[in-house]
């Protein structure tokens, strides 16, 4: 008895210390969550009930033993109920807040213990154990009733993981294993242990047990990362995003999705079939409008590159629909790059919108401006009909109407223009801009017109020739009719792929830009097509745009996307 007695202390020690320092690196490790909190109860309760195991052993008579056993059941009774706590809060069942259903676990545990505390009661706990033959135990009735009770939430704690395991199946597979391996080996043990099928090796192997339950625990988080980089919060936020969202591995082979996913792409394909991102790009082809932008993009999603608002189209039995593409890296602690993060977002609600604001525009222009240069010349006229023996007064009322007509005539002209786009196909992007310039040079405003590498014998892809046109059109308006210039330069060039818009007028300027629906709609634009713009001016310096935007881009990708934006 002695040698089972220095053994088993000896044991006990060496597990003991391997439980706290698996429950240190734990809490220094990983991440502080609520699960976290209830595992290191659950490592404390494992420690506590070692310490007081070895107490129970050194007993020198039945008297301290009884007293270490009522110590020793206090752990023993509380694991079963913080395992259950444990496993309803990694499933979202509950959380720490729920105190009322953790309560219900907890209390009945504790009040099926209380007797233990007690000389007078304390048959309902315990019977009979001989100090000579610790094998010899007979538990009261109430021990009875918590072992059971304790069987019951082991077995619904490994009933609820595996119910969750099959849920998440797709994405960590191995730590199930780990996670219901500890309490089956655990409760398996207890139960042969009960029905004396495990032969007496002297002393109690239940903690050691519920130490390999701790390990098992452990390792499922250091592995697999059971609780840390998925955390079941993050889990439920990635699901139900409202954007569609792809995970893929170093090998881009899709690991996860979302249910937007299933919800805006599914009636085009069967995303179950779906492994690599090559095949959900192929499933996107057939039915999109710009199969050689998604070429391009899937180019660079195998380079890993980061991508932000690539456009494209796809026609499904819902219609047309409008999309942008994101792409982020995802990178380990070296920063080499392990996979990436795609993000698909609907902006087919957006583009209506723009139309709207489009139509809106057009009616202010027509309300605000023409409307008021028409009461302008029809007072004007008014006045000099009735006052036509006063020279000098109709002379002038004369030229101010003569002045608002014309501007009448530009702003007609222009709201024509973007009702009814040039079409660049057959007069050309130079044709048209130079007829622009034509129009508007009548009222006395000198243009200087330049262009490098842009010639109308080159078959420019309509939106690319659009997005110039716009550019020139709004930026000369903008000129006109904000900064009154009489003098403006506009240089279109190509320059290694890149189309460069530069325009800059002699008009009064600003220190500070305030940006209207038409320099707003300008950045919108080059934004959609990879491009950028900027704009300077100066109270006095007049005003200068700078944009440009890869050529070879638009002509294969934007389609109606950009037509229904420029409109």
């Given at each position: 008895?002695d040698?089972?007695?220095?053994?088993?202390?000896?044991?006990?020690?060496?597990?003991?210390?391997?439980?706290?320092?698996?429950?240190?690196?734990?809490?220094?490790?990983?991440k502080?969550t609520?699960?976290l909190?209830i595992?290191?109860?659950?490592?404390?309760?494992?420690?506590?009930?070692?310490?007081?195991?070895?107490?129970?052993?050194?007993?020198?008579?039945?008297r301290?033993?009884?007293?270490?056993?009522?110590?020793?059941?206090?752990?023993?009774?509380?694991?079963?109920?913080?395992?259950?706590?444990?496993a309803?809060?990694?499933?979202?069942?509950?959380?720490?807040?729920?105190?009322?259903?953790?309560?219900?676990?907890?209390?009945?545990?504790?009040?099926?213990?209380?007797?233990?505390?007690t000389?007078?009661?304390?048959?309902?706990?315990?019977?009979?154990?001989?100090?000579?033959?610790?094998?010899?135990?007979?538990?009261?009735?109430?021990s009875?009733?918590?072992?059971?009770?304790?069987?019951?939430?082991?077995?619904?704690?490994?009933?609820?993981?595996?119910?969750?395991?099959?849920?998440?199946?797709?994405?960590?597979?191995?730590?199930?294993?780990l996670?219901?391996?500890g309490?089956?080996?655990?409760?398996?043990?207890?139960?042969?242990?009960r029905?004396?099928?495990?032969?007496?090796?002297?002393?109690?192997?239940t903690?050691?047990?519920?130490?390999?339950?701790?390990?098992?625990?452990?390792?499922?988080?250091?592995k697999?990362?059971?609780?840390?980089?998925?955390q079941s919060?993050?889990?439920e936020?990635?699901?139900v995003?409202?954007?569609?969202?792809?995970?893929?591995?170093?090998?881009?082979?899709?690991?996860?999705?979302?249910?937007?996913?299933?919800?805006e792409?599914?009636?085009?394909?069967?995303?179950?079939?779906?492994?690599?991102i090559?095949?959900?790009?192929d499933?996107?082809?057939?039915?999109?409008?710009?199969?050689?932008?998604?070429?391009?993009?899937l180019?660079?999603?195998?380079?890993h590159e980061?991508?932000?608002?690539?456009?494209?189209?796809?026609e499904?039995?819902?219609?047309?629909?409008?999309?942008?593409?994101e792409l982020?890296a995802?990178?380990?602690?070296?920063?080499?790059k392990?996979?990436?993060?795609?993000?698909?977002?609907?902006?087919?609600?957006?583009?209506?919108?723009?139309?709207?604001?489009?139509?809106?525009?057009?009616s202010?222009?027509l309300?605000?401006?023409l409307?008021?240069?028409?009461?302008v010349?029809?007072?004007?006229?008014?006045?000099?009909?009735?006052?036509?023996?006063?020279?000098?007064n109709v002379?002038?009322?004369?030229?101010?109407a003569?002045?608002?007509s014309?501007q009448?005539?530009?702003?007609?002209?222009?709201?024509?223009?973007?009702?009814t786009p040039?079409?660049?196909?057959?007069?050309?992007?130079?044709?048209?801009?130079?007829?622009?310039?034509?129009r508007?040079?009548?009222?006395?405003?000198?243009?200087?017109?330049?262009?490098?590498?842009?010639?109308?014998?080159?078959?420019?892809?309509?939106?690319c020739?659009n997005?110039?046109?716009?550019?020139?059109?709004e930026?000369?308006?903008?000129?006109?009719?904000n900064?009154?210039a009489t003098y403006?330069?506009?240089?279109?060039?190509?320059?290694?792929?890149?189309?460069?818009?530069?325009i800059?007028?002699?008009?009064?300027?600003?220190?500070?830009?305030?940006k209207?629906?038409?320099?707003?709609?300008?950045?919108?634009?080059?934004?959609?097509?990879?491009?950028?713009?900027?704009?300077?001016?100066r109270?006095g310096?007049?005003?200068?745009?700078d944009?440009?935007?890869p050529l070879?881009?638009?002509?294969?990708?934007?389609?109606?996307?950009?037509?229904?934006?420029?409109?």
């Amino acid at each position: 008895m002695d040698w089972n007695r220095s053994i088993s202390i000896i044991i006990y020690s060496l597990v003991m210390i391997q439980c706290t320092v698996t429950m240190v690196i734990t809490y220094i490790k990983v991440k502080k969550t609520e699960i976290l909190y209830i595992l290191l109860i659950n490592q404390i309760l494992i420690i506590m009930w070692f310490v007081f195991g070895i107490h129970e052993i050194q007993s020198a008579n039945n008297r301290e033993v009884l007293f270490a056993v009522r110590l020793t059941l206090f752990p023993i009774n509380m694991l079963s109920g913080t395992w259950l706590v444990m496993a309803m809060i990694y499933a979202r069942i509950i959380t720490l807040k729920n105190m009322g259903i953790i309560s219900l676990i907890i209390v009945p545990k504790i009040l099926l213990y209380l007797p233990a505390l007690t000389n007078k009661y304390f048959h309902l706990i315990l019977i009979n154990k001989n100090y000579a033959d610790p094998s010899e135990n007979i538990w009261g009735v109430l021990s009875t009733i918590n072992f059971d009770i304790g069987y019951i939430y082991i077995v619904l704690g490994i009933l609820i993981i595996l119910i969750k395991a099959i849920i998440d199946y797709k994405i960590l597979k191995a730590k199930v294993i780990l996670l219901v391996m500890g309490p089956i080996i655990t409760l398996t043990t207890n139960i042969l242990l009960r029905t004396r099928l495990i032969p007496d090796i002297g002393f109690d192997i239940t903690p050691i047990t519920f130490s390999l339950f701790s390990l098992f625990l452990s390792l499922a988080i250091f592995k697999y990362d059971a609780f840390g980089v998925i955390q079941s919060g993050a889990m439920e936020l990635f699901r139900v995003n409202e954007e569609a969202i792809l995970i893929l591995d170093e090998g881009n082979n899709i690991i996860e999705y979302n249910d937007s996913v299933a919800k805006e792409f599914g009636q085009i394909g069967d995303l179950e079939t779906i492994v690599h991102i090559s095949q959900y790009f192929d499933m996107l082809k057939k039915v999109s409008r710009n199969p050689g932008r998604l070429t391009k993009i899937l180019e660079d999603i195998y380079k890993h590159e980061e991508i932000l608002d690539c456009y494209f189209v796809i026609e499904s039995t819902k219609g047309k629909k409008y999309y942008s593409l994101e792409l982020k890296a995802i990178k380990d602690s070296h920063n080499d790059k392990i996979g990436a993060i795609i993000k698909i977002e609907d902006h087919t609600s957006h583009s209506i919108g723009m139309i709207k604001d489009e139509r809106s525009r057009i009616s202010g222009d027509l309300h605000d401006n023409l409307s008021n240069m028409i009461n302008v010349v029809s007072m004007n006229l008014d006045y000099s009909m009735k006052n036509y023996d006063n020279e000098e007064n109709v002379m002038k009322c004369m030229g101010t109407a003569y002045e608002a007509s014309s501007q009448i005539r530009l702003h007609l002209r222009r709201i024509l223009d973007e009702l009814t786009p040039v079409n660049l196909s057959k007069v050309g992007v130079i044709n048209a801009v130079k007829s622009l310039i034509r129009r508007v040079e009548g009222i006395g405003v000198q243009i200087e017109f330049t262009h490098t590498g842009i010639n109308d014998k080159i078959n420019y892809n309509k939106d690319c020739g659009n997005l110039m046109y716009q550019t020139c059109m709004e930026a000369i308006n903008n000129s006109l009719f904000n900064g009154h210039a009489t003098y403006i330069i506009v240089n279109i060039s190509s320059d290694e792929g890149m189309v460069n818009i530069h325009i800059k007028d002699n008009g009064i300027g600003c220190n500070n830009i305030l940006k209207g629906r038409g320099l707003t709609t300008m950045e919108k634009r080059y934004k959609i097509c990879d491009g950028q713009v900027e704009f300077e001016s100066r109270e006095g310096k007049g005003f200068i745009i700078d944009a440009q935007f890869p050529l070879h881009y638009l002509c294969d990708s934007c389609g109606e996307v950009e037509t229904a934006k420029l409109r």
